[in-house]
């Protein structure tokens, strides 16, 4: 599976973990608690509301209450909009008309409009925000629905109103009108590692485009496997146990890379200009979960059984400190930076932590305590937008 992020005119995509590695990964620690209120079901919408005949997928005739059969060709009126419901301290959630068993998967907003987001998931779920996120509406795009493949869109990103969308089987999808239309990018099947990271692969192959996706240049000369055979006399633990692909990666703002082994023995980082992944021994223990960038350059590290470290100073390092948290037992997922001194880590079972320091210290929000879910993903378009994103449709909207 890959994302794939815009920066100075490029795009530049990265693998990321699957659903089904995530609950690979959280079975053993992540117990969801007693199941907490259902979103309430959509109710038909008055045919009065609107005189206009709108075509749906067969994805989104779920939508619709009926007790009768449906066919798979068109019907009136419009889908309900999913709207934020239960406030949780600094949080609060939003209920979203996605089918039961979608895994979200990625957010991503316009930069020139920045109450228009976007959110993916399995089953090839795309869904659309006017208003910042407090309300999502379905959308379709018909050149992913010309064909009978369930496409589950990995990531997106914006920059300008130019967006792109991954997804796998191997798709390409971009915009130039923030996200009005999206028109399909032909995919080669001639690249090394999992279709769907056709720019990066998950075997550390990195490309990038500088013409909207029609051709693209290689910034690694070597795939993981490569380096770590021509390196492996340098000491690197559990370098011979690699199975070829990343289990996490992640991007700083300057273009830098982290990626995790995929059994997580061992951690990797990319600077732009080098030719090749520079591998890493782990500085812990305990196996490598997760890791990212802090906002102030240095990088953060998730433990399985959930550890947290930070780097000692900024920059690439092996050095790591472990920082003590409340995690009850349950795993830590990831790290969402919303400032300098602010970040938020969420976990198993509605772990949310949050740190005003800088990361020296966290304390644990309780009120999402009662969101039955793993959450598994942080991430903040800036300081007064941010999200959290969890398993069984769960999203998390940040209001402060």
């Known amino acids: ?40 079901s959509p109710s038909p919408s008055s045919s009065s509301s609107s005189s206009s005949s709108l075509s749906f997928s067969r994805r989104e005739l779920l939508y ?40 979200l998967l990625d957010i991503a907003f316009v930069p020139d409009e920045p109450s228009r987001g976007f959110l993916l998931g399995t089953r090839q779920t795309l869904l659309e925000t006017k208003d910042g996120g407090n309300t999502w509406n379905p959308r379709s795009i018909p050149s992913a629905e010309e064909e009978d493949f369930n496409y589950r869109f990995n990531s997106i990103s914006f920059k300008g109103k130019q967006g792109w969308i991954i997804g796998k089987p191997a798709i390409l999808l971009y915009t130039a009108d923030a996200g009005e239309n999206w028109d399909r990018i032909p995919l080669s099947s001639q690249l090394p590692g999992d279709m769907s990271a056709e720019m ?37 633990s559990g370098a011979s146990y690699y199975t070829g692909t990343f289990s996490a990666v992640n991007r700083s703002p300057d273009g830098r890379y982290v990626a995790v082994s995929s059994r997580g023995n061992f951690f990797l980082t990319w600077e732009p200009g080098q ?27 998730l433990v399985r ?27 830590i997922l990831d790290v969402g930076y919303r400032s300098e001194e602010e970040a938020w880590a969420a976990g198993g079972s509605g772990i949310l932590l949050r740190t005003r320091n800088g990361g020296k210290s966290w304390n644990r929000d309780k009120a999402a305590d009662n969101i039955a879910a793993n959450l598994y993903a942080v991430k903040f378009v800036d300081d007064k937008k941010g999200f959290v994103l969890g398993n069984d449709g769960v999203l998390l909207r940040y209001v402060g």
């Open 64 to 103: 619709q209450s009926a007790a009768v059969s449906l066919s798979l060709s068109s019907i009136v009126g419009p889908v309900k909009e999913a709207k934020a419901d239960e406030q949780l301290s600094e949080w609060e959630r939003v209920f979203l008309p996605i089918d039961p068993g979608v895994v």
């Open 200 to 236: 990066v692969t998950d075997e550390g192959a990195i490309y990038v485009t500088s013409n909207k996706g029609y051709n693209w240049k290689a910034a690694i000369q070597e795939t993981v496997s490569a380096t770590l055979n021509r390196t492996v006399s340098s000491g690197i």
């Open 305 to 331: 059984g959930g550890g947290l470290y930070l780097s000692k100073g900024t920059g690439i390092t092996e050095d790591f400190e472990e920082v003590p948290v409340q995690s009850r037992g349950f795993g």
């Open 1 to 40: 599976m890959a994302s794939l992020q815009l920066c100075d005119g490029y795009l530049l995509f990265k693998p990321s973990v699957s659903p089904r590695l995530l609950s690979q990964r959280i079975s053993h620690r992540l117990i969801p608690k007693a199941s907490a209120s259902p979103p309430p």
């Open 275 to 301: 030719p090749y992944w520079q591998p890493h021994n782990r500085a812990v223990a305990r196996r490598i979960q997760n890791m990212g960038w802090r906002a102030d350059g240095g990088l953060w590290l």
